[in-house]
Structure formats: structure tokens, C-alpha cells
Nanobody
Framework: QVQLVESGGGSVQAGGSLRLSCAASEYAYISRSLGWFRQASGKEREGVASIDSLNSTTYADSVKGRFTISEDNAKNTLYLQMNSLKPEDTAMYYC???????????????????WGQGTQVTVSS
């Protein structure tokens, strides 16, 4: 059974930084894509960043240049470095793993079949 556990969320002022971590069970690392998603209160879940098994990455336009996705295969951990945070980045952040590769990193939630429980990020102005 694949398990994903996020950590690193918290409260920060605008302009600050946070690094989210997602610890994955070993099985998850045969996943073809790993991603970060977020869901703000009253809004739909949106893809933030994704990395595939070829180390290709993709980002939502709203976070390009501010967020960086990376993974440490030795630690079975996915990261999301978030810099220059804005109040509109406030959301519950989820990591996800896809066991089937769609040929590129993907921000489509439907492409992922394993999800963590989420970690809250709150950015104050």
C-alpha cells in the first residue's frame, strides 16, 4: 500500500519561505510522476508542481520562479521549496503519486492515484 505523509506546513508572513516534505513508502518510488497540489477554502484543487521519473518538471504559472519541486530518492522524499510566499498561496497542500506515466510531468489531479493527507500553509499579509 502506497503511503504519502506531508510535513513542513505552517504560518508565515508574505515574502517568507517554507519547505514542504512528503515522505513516501518505497513502493511509491516506482511512481512515474510525483506532484504537489493545493486547495484553498472554497476553491477547487489545483496542481502546483510536478516531477517525473526523467526529472522533468512543470509548474503552475502562479508559482513559476518562486516554487521548486525536487526529490531525494535515497530518502524517498519529495520536496516543495516555496519562496516569496503570497497570501494567495494560503491553502492545504497535498503531495500525490501517479503509478502510470502520461509521458510528461502533469498537474492534472486525475492522473494521480495516491494522495497524502495534506499540510496547511497560511501566508499573512
Amino acid at each position: 500500500q502506497v503511503q504519502l505523509v506531508e510535513s513542513g506546513g505552517g504560518s508565515v508572513q508574505a515574502g517568507g519561505s517554507l519547505r514542504l516534505s512528503c515522505a513516501a513508502s518505497e513502493y511509491a518510488y516506482i511512481s512515474r510522476s510525483l506532484g504537489w497540489f493545493r486547495q484553498a477554502s472554497g476553491k477547487e484543487r489545483e496542481g502546483v508542481a510536478s516531477i517525473d521519473s526523467l526529472n522533468s518538471t512543470t509548474y503552475a504559472d502562479s508559482v513559476k520562479g518562486r516554487f521548486t519541486i525536487s526529490e531525494d530518492n535515497a530518502k524517498n522524499t519529495l520536496y516543495l521549496q516555496m519562496n516569496s510566499l503570497k497570501p494567495e498561496d494560503t491553502a492545504m497542500y497535498y503531495c500525490a503519486a501517479a503509478s502510470l506515466w502520461v509521458g510528461h510531468p502533469t498537474l492534472k489531479a486525475d492522473d494521480y492515484n495516491y494522495w497524502g493527507q495534506g499540510t496547511q500553509v497560511t501566508v499573512s499579509s
